[in-house]
């Protein structure tokens, strides 16, 4: 059964999950030379769109030729979220995805992020809002397990997504406090799988190669998966995963040399929107997740992470050796965010006004990460 989001059919049915500074419009680019599937862009902020922030307005760019055009939002307030809906359909915008899963403790501290969900009024008005004003363009919710074992809240929150009018439900199948520790718990998408019945299930966590995917649909029943840390410094795992879900067999891991290449490529397009310099700087951090595994020293790796031109990465990566074989434990090797637990920070008695509809103050700074 080809996975639908409202009226976009996605197939195979592999949605990049959204990453803050990384799923920008060229590294989207780069995933889709590889496969197809739906690919989210970075998490912008409702308030900082309706504003009119420039930086957050840079972030919501698309190349012409890329669809779906896909966003993920994130916010508190049901009328700010309602006005950046409607401004990103104005604007041609084909899919809007929210974030209710972030961890970050600047934000669960002032009921923002993971937090927001435990007050379920104000949770079930947000959707409502952005649902309303997305009219006939799909709107998605992204959720974790709850803020930690004790305060588990997605099933009722996936209901109330469905009964909203969310197109599609996706569970990040970590508590908050979790953050990216151990190992993601799939039988949560499964039991997630029973309770949501009408509107597709996405399951996300720990699709390091393509064959995770293939079980992780085939344990837990969901309808799609959502690829995030598995793809940094891996694009190609998008053609991998094509090719899994087709049944044909899946690509060779690239030589290093073809590693290379493709480093070189992601710069490139990251400095048709950043220039050159602001792309140096945006690629270091993938500098590491490419060399994942790759015996190449940790001077090489240091000076990898200092670029500032074209001409630093070109000068470093002509002194390796092309011919290196992919090292196959790196595809498993966690990469992007890998720390955790920690305790979730939440505002006084959060828990105890779980049925207070107001939208919390202060949750809506310029936040990262999910
Ligand atoms: C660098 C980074 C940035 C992230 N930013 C976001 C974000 O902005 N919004 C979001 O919903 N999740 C974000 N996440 C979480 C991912 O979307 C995903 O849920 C998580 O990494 C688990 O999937 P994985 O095991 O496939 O990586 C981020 C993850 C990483 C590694």
Known sequence: MALK?????????????????????PFRRLCRTYGAGLYVSEMVTARALVEGNERTLRMVRFDDDERPRSVQLYGVNPVVMGEAVRRLVDEGVD?????????????????????????????RSIVRAAVQAAGAIPVTVKLRMGVDDTRLNFLDSGRMAEEEGAAAVALHARTAEQLYSGEARWPAIAALKDAVRTIP???????????????MMAETGCDGVV???????????????????????????PDLGKVMATMRLHLRLLADL??????????RKHTSWYMTGFPVGGDVRRQ????????????????????????????????????GPRAVALPDRWLETAD???????????VSGG
């Open 5 to 25: 989001i409202g009226p976009i059919e996605v197939d195979p049915p592999v949605v990049l999950a959204p990453m803050a500074g990384v799923t920008n419009a």
């Open 95 to 123: 899919h809007i995805d929210m974030n209710f899963g972030c961890p970050a403790a600047k934000v669960t501290r002032r009921g923002g992020g993971a937090a927001l969900p435990v007050h379920h009024v104000l949770f």
């Open 201 to 215: 299930v996405l399951g996300n966590g720990d699709i390091w190669e393509a064959d995770d995917a293939l079980r």
């Open 227 to 253: 690829v995030g840390r598995g793809c940094l410094g891996r694009p190609w795992l998008f053609g991998d995963l094509a090719a899994a879900f087709a049944g044909t067999p899946v690509p060779p891991a």
């Open 274 to 283: 950043l220039g050159e310099d602001g792309a140096a700087r945006d690629f």
């Open 304 to 339: 990898l992470s200092q670029i500032t031109s074209f001409a630093d990465l070109d000068r470093l990566l002509d002194g390796l050796d092309p011919t290196m074989a992919f090292p196959p434990e790196a595809s498993r090797i966690k990469r992007g965010h890998t720390r």
């Open 356 to 366: 207070d509809p107001t939208p919390p103050a202060g949750a809506e700074l310029l």
